[in-house]
């Protein structure tokens, strides 16, 4: 089973340059997230959707943009990469947006910004 | 505000030994909580979850968690660690109102010694 798909695994940028972190999930689920995950900080979402059309910013939102199109696709822009966006990111969904529901992860994209 | 902590940065136990992981939360109502593991290079995997009900949660691999309303917290145990438990364990908390999101902690890593 697919479940939740990231790519790329691992990516180096130059500072200045931008990229897009793809994320797919196969199981229909409505809510879908990006969460950036750094030493010592856990995890702080980026962006979330609760369906098609519809997205919200999170914690950590700047320097990011997302769009949802789709139900099963999720992806997160980087527009101008910078050094301080060097980290692991996580894509992941859930049946909705209730948080009562168990939350998929991807198995996360390395980024590094040089 | 809500938040999650775990006050262990690093544990290490021997193999064979008991293990409690602390998580203390931060919230106006009795959240949805949550235990996660991540092996290294991967994403996180759900070992348990409280909505309500028995305060005491099983979940996979054989841990178990204990919801204590009055210390706010959910403390994940697990009687005799194997060494391929070694991982880093994150708390979360659900929110059950409002903009439903998710609060992980800052993780506790767990070293095994042989």
């Known amino acids: 089973n697919a479940g939740v798909t990231q790519t790329p695994k691992f990516q180096v940028l130059k500072t200045g340059q931008s990229m897009t972190l793809q994320c797919a999930q196969d199981m229909n689920h409505e809510y879908m997230s990006w969460y950036r995950q750094d030493p010592g900080m856990g995890l702080r979402l980026i962006h979330y959707?609760?369906?098609?059309?519809?997205?919200d910013q999170g914690e950590v939102p700047n320097g990011y943009n997302v769009s949802r199109s789709t139900t099963e696709d999720f992806p997160l822009r980087l527009l101008s990469a910078a050094p301080s966006q060097t980290s692991v990111y996580f894509c992941?969904?859930?049946?909705?947006?209730?948080?009562?529901?168990?939350?998929?992860f991807g198995e996360g994209s390395w980024l590094t910004v040089v | 505000a809500q938040s999650v902590t775990q006050p262990d940065i690093h544990i290490t136990v021997s193999e064979g030994a008991s293990l409690e992981l602390r998580c203390n939360y931060s919230?106006?109502?009795?959240?949805?909580l949550f235990w996660y593991v991540q092996s290294p290079g991967q994403g996180l995997q759900l070992l348990l979850k409280?909505?309500?009900?028995?305060?005491l949660v099983q979940g996979i691999k054989g841990f178990e968690a204990e919801f204590k309303r009055s210390q706010s917290s959910f403390n994940l145990r697990k009687p005799s660690v194997h060494w391929s438990d070694a991982a880093e364990y994150f708390c979360?908390?659900?929110?059950?109102?409002?903009?439903?999101?998710?609060?992980f902690g800052t993780g506790t890593r767990l070293k095994v010694l042989a």
């Open positions: 919230y106006g109502a009795t959240p949805y």
């Open positions: 992941a969904s859930s049946p909705s947006a209730n948080s009562g529901n168990t939350i998929y």
């Open positions: 409280y909505f309500s009900g028995d305060t």
């Open positions: 979360a908390v659900g929110t059950t109102s409002g903009t439903y999101k998710y609060i």
């Open positions: 959707s609760v369906g098609a059309g519809i997205t």
